[in-house]
C-alpha cells in the first residue's frame, strides 16, 4: 500500500530517492515513498548489516543526549534530525529531565512537516527547514533561538548528517561556525560513517547513495579527527558507536559510524 502523500505539502519529487526517507525505511518507519525503499533495498544488498548500523546509530544517539543531560545540558540544537521514529532527541532528553528543550533542524520537507506534526503541541521543542551547511541562517532563526539560549551551554547534534557534506562545502569550517556561538562547557555530539572497517562494502553503498538526491562521503578516523579540531574530544574518543560507552548493540561486529562527544572549552 502507498503512503499518503498529500499531507507532505509541495516540493518533494517522489522519483527521486532521498537519504532521510531510506533512513526511516531502515527502522521500519511509514514515511518513505516506493523510489526510496527500491533504493534502500539495493543498499541493504551491498550492505546486509545496513539497520543492525542504524540501530546502533540510533542507540548512541540515546545514549549520549542521556549523558549530555547527566552533564547538566539542557538544551539541544539537533542538525539533519531527521523523520520522528522511536526515541526522538526531546523524548530521551525530557524522560530524563523534563525542562530539556530541543531545536530540531532538517532540510527534508518529510522530516520538517513530520516533526511539525508531532511537535505541535510542545512548547519546549522546535521544528526549523534550513540547510545546516548555512550555521548563520540556522542559528539566526526565530523557531531556534525561541527554545535555544546560547548563553548557556547546547548541545549540538550532528549525528548521522555530515557524511552528506562534501569537502568542497568546508565541513570544519560549518562546524566553527556554530562552535563560535557555543557558550564553553557545550558539546558537539557527532556521528559519521566511515569506510576504515570495510572499504570496499563501504565504496559499493556510497555508489548506490550516488543515485539518491543526498550522496554520502564517508571519512577516514584521521579526516574526522582534523575535522573536530577546535573541540575537545571527550572519553572514550572517536570510536565505532557500538562502543561508545557500552556495546549496546551485540549484533553488529562494528556500526560503520564513527561516534564522539566533544566540548566547548
Ligand atoms: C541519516 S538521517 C539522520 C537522522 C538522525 N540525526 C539520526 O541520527 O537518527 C540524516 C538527516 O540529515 C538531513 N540532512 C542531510 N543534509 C542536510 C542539510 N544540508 N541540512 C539539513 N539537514 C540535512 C536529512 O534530510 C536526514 O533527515
Known amino acids: 500500500m502507498e503512503t499518503d502523500v498529500s499531507w507532505t505539502g509541495t516540493g518533494i ?38 539497520r543492525e548500523a542504524v540501530a546502533a546509530n540510533r542507540s548512541f544517539l540515546g545514549r549520549a543526549v542521556r549523558h549530555c543531560v547527566e552533564q547538566g545540558i539542557r538544551q539541544f540544537l539537533d542538525l539533519g534530525s531527521g523523520i520522528p521514529t522511536v526515541g526522538n532527541v526531546h523524548e530521551i532528553a525530557q524522560a530524563a529531565e523534563p525542562s530539556c528543550r530541543v531545536a530540531y533542524v532538517d532540510n527534508e520537507p518529510v522530516a520538517v512537516a513530520h516533526s511539525s506534526h508531532l511537535l505541535a503541541d510542545d512548547p519546549q521543542t522546535t521544528i526549523t527547514q534550513a540547510d ?37 562545502r568546508r565541513p570544519e569550517e560549518i562546524l566553527a561556525g556554530y562552535r563560535q556561538t557555543m557558550a564553553p562547557g557545550s558539546r558537539l555530539v557527532i556521528s559519521h560513517v566511515t569506510a576504515d572497517h570495510d572499504p570496499e562494502q563501504a565504496r559499493a553503498a556510497s555508489r548506490v547513495y550516488q543515485r539518491a538526491d543526498t550522496p554520502v562521503l564517508p571519512r577516514s578516523r584521521e579526516r574526522l579527527t582534523a575535522m573536530l579540531t577546535g573541540f575537545t574530544l571527550l572519553a572514550p574518543g572517536l570510536v565505532d558507536a557500538t562502543e561508545w560507552h557500552g556495546v549496546l548493540n551485540a549484533d553488529a561486529e562494528h556500526a560503520g559510524f564513527y561516534a564522539a562527544v566533544a566540548s566547548v572549552d
Do not use: K
Open 13 to 50: 519529487d517522489l522519483d527521486r530517492p532521498n537519504a532521510a526517507r531510506m533512513y526511516d525505511y531502515y527502522l521500519g518507519g511509514a514515511f518513505n515513498f516506493a523510489a526510496d525503499r527500491h533504493l534502500a533495498e539495493q543498499a541493504l544488498q551491498v550492505m546486509p548489516w545496513m
Open 132 to 168: 545546516l551547511r548555512d550555521p548563520e541562517q540556522v542559528l539566526a532563526a526565530p523557531t531556534v533561538r525561541e527554545v535555544i539560549d546560547f548563553a548557556e551551554p547546547v548541545a549540538l547534534l550532528a549525528v548521522a548528517v555530515l557524511h552528506f557534506v562534501p569537502e568542497e
